[in-house]
């Protein structure tokens, strides 16, 4: 993600963001303004966040 450029636009929503070690991927982490906001996890419909 080092070549991510977070302040291309005021808001910016990144995939499969590396977390820190033993976390995985964040399906997606979102900027404003170049901070982070948010972070999404995407299941399939139907399946709840427990089963993912």
């Known amino acids: 993600m080092a070549d991510a450029n977070i302040h291309a636009t ?3 929503a990144l995939r499969a963001f ?3 070690t033993g976390y995985g991927f964040a399906d ?5 303004d170049g901070k982070a906001a948010g972070v999404m996890e995407a299941k ?3 399946l709840t966040l427990k089963v993912g």
């Not at 997606?28 to 404003?32: P, V």
């Open 44 to 46: 399939k419909e139907g």
């Open 10 to 12: 005021r808001g910016v």
């Open 18 to 20: 590396p977390l820190n």
């Open 28 to 32: 997606y982490l979102l900027y404003i």
